[in-house]
């Protein structure tokens, strides 16, 4: 069974930025039919996507955070990261990592199948 | 703020069909496929539906999903306890390069 697990610190100050780890186990981040995302929820607030990457290290970003975000990944520890700098309180959040897949000829036909369970970063000084 | 706009909250009784809506525009519904997630509360969402109707491995055929147009539909036949959640729909978006873009989410409760 397929499992991720993100891991990180739960407290960054203001200006600083942002680093989480997410392990894969349970199977392999190298695998061609998948990428890789982050999504965030502040509290009591709904969901929004970060962004993704493929085991080659080609990635996509949210526009309205990409000036910020670096998303990256270790094939051979089975991990991929997110860094995002710069943070603010607005960017309290818990942040999940998850597979994504995508539809066979279906260009736009991504989904999140496996999802970690969530690790709450707060942002304060 | 989200492109998809859904009810902010939905109700029904035990037993009952409980439907929830996910409008959208051109460049996303209208144009890739809609995917549902379930979180139940203090947890991480879980996939419910994707390709617009499909249901994954595990997910009782009591959900079921639509699309027409610009819009699409979360069902849940026969409502159950453990049923009441909040519900995300969500998409690609074309617009802006890509990016894949969350409802504003629907709570279900269970009366």
């Known amino acids: 069974q397929l499992q991720l697990q993100e891991s990180g610190p739960g407290l960054v100050k203001p200006s600083e930025t942002l680093s989480l780890t997410c392990t894969v186990s349970g199977g392999s981040i190298s695998s061609s039919s998948y990428y890789w995302g982050w999504i965030r929820q502040p509290p009591g607030k709904g969901l929004e996507w970060i962004g993704s990457?493929?085991?080659?290290?080609?990635?996509y970003y949210n526009p309205s955070l990409k000036s910020r975000v670096t998303i990256s990944v270790d094939t051979s520890k089975n991990q991929f990261s997110l860094k995002l700098s710069s943070v603010t309180a607005a960017d309290t959040a818990v942040y999940y990592c998850a597979r994504q897949g995508w539809l066979p000829l279906q260009i736009g036909g991504y989904y999140f199948d496996y999802w970690g369970q969530g690790t709450l970063v707060t942002v304060s000084s | 703020q989200s492109v998809l706009t859904q009810p902010p909250s939905a109700s029904g009784t035990p037993g009952q069909r409980v439907t929830i809506s996910c409008s959208g525009s051109?460049?996303?519904?209208?144009?890739?496929?809609v995917n549902w997630y379930q979180q139940l509360p203090g947890t991480a969402p879980k996939l419910l539906i994707y390709?617009?109707?499909q249901r994954p491995s595990g997910v009782p055929d009591r959900f079921s999903g639509s699309k027409s147009g610009t819009s699409a539909s979360l069902a849940i036949s026969g409502l159950q306890s453990e049923d009441e959640a909040d519900y995300y729909c969500a998409a690609w978006d074309d617009s802006r390069g890509g990016v894949y873009v969350f409802g504003t989410g629907t709570k279900v409760t269970v009366l």
């Open positions: 051109s460049s996303n519904i209208g144009s890739n496929t």
């Open positions: 990457i493929y085991y080659s290290g080609s990635t």
């Open positions: 390709s617009n109707n």
